[in-house]
């Protein structure tokens, strides 16, 4: 069965610092896509990075790049130079790219950026 | 374009009503999801329509629960006689379902805050 962990329930940076927000996966299907979703406190969800299990280079979109690790199972997103509005819940989620490809979640992280 | 919209963004019932949530997928998207958000057991999968496909119902919690989509777009969830415990945001997400890849990516609704009295 698919499952995320996501071992920090909260994190602090400040703000044009880097930060990196941990993810592990499990599964069985050796074909999946990981993805990060950012959730503001007006609720919703905002994708914001994909990787795929047979993508050979470290996915990358803006500010944001995942440090994917496919033998440690790890997929972390790092966000460079940290913005008062990066301050959000942020997810991982893993889909088996076999079967219908409901996507499995996380339990989140809090980021906090300060001044 | 326009995302994915759900209605209503709140809305608080009493407990045995029946309720009913809608959302409007992205134009052209052929793929939606319904996921529940809720304090105790974070983001969870509720159930999933492709096109003219048998639905995954594998997700529904109980018979309480059920979900239709018609001309493959407007999906309705009804949650029938209403407990306390199922007071949660709905989100519902949608796809273009393609070849697996980047652009199966699942695109956001705003969701729909349920509260049962």
């Known amino acids: 069965a698919q499952k995320i962990t996501q071992t920090q329930p909260g994190m602090f940076v400040q703000e044009k610092e880097a930060v990196t927000l941990d993810c592990t996966y499990d599964t069985s299907d050796p074909s999946y896509g990981l993805f990060w979703y950012k959730q503001p406190s007006s609720g919703e969800m905002i994708f914001l990075i994909y990787?795929?299990?047979?993508?050979?280079q470290n996915a990358t979109e803006g500010r944001y790049s995942l440090n994917f690790q496919k033998a440690r199972k790890s997929a972390n997103l790092v966000i460079s130079a940290s913005q008062l509005g990066d301050s959000a819940m942020y997810f991982c989620a893993m889909r088996e790219e076999t079967g219908f490809q409901k996507l499995v979640f996380g339990t989140g992280t809090r980021l906090l950026v300060s001044p | 374009g326009a995302g994915v919209s759900q209605s209503p963004s709140n809305k608080v019932t009493e407990k045995g009503k029946d309720v009913e949530l809608r959302c409007d997928p992205i134009?052209?998207?052929?793929?939606l999801y319904w996921y529940r958000q809720s304090l105790g057991q974070g983001l969870e999968f509720l159930i999933y329509?492709?096109?003219?496909?048998?639905?995954?119902k594998s997700g529904l919690p109980s018979d309480r629960f059920s979900a239709e989509r018609t001309g493959g777009s407007v999906s309705t969830l009804t949650i029938q006689r209403t407990q306390q415990e199922d007071s949660a945001v709905y989100l519902c997400a949608s796809s273009s379902r393609t070849s697996g890849r980047k652009t199966d990516t699942q695109y956001f609704g705003p969701g729909t805050r349920l509260t049962v009295l």
């Open positions: 134009s052209g998207h052929t793929a």
């Open positions: 329509f492709q096109g003219n496909s048998a639905p995954d």
């Open positions: 990787q795929g299990s047979y993508d050979q």
